[in-house]
């Protein structure tokens, strides 16, 4: 779950910092790829969530 917070977290800040993206586009620009690239935590986080909630259940 920390994973997944911490990368929500990055990619908030990715999104609302000025000049990361590419205008009207998530196209990261040469600023922006050391945040952008980190989406694959995301996919981490949510699949260790789900496998949880699997197991869980």
Known sequence: MA???FTV????????????????????TEQGIALAKDIWLLGIGVSLIAEGVKDHR
């Open 3 to 5: 994973l997944t917070v």
């Open 9 to 28: 977290g990055t990619l908030g800040l990715y999104l609302r910092t000025p000049g990361m993206r590419q205008e009207g586009s998530l196209r990261p």
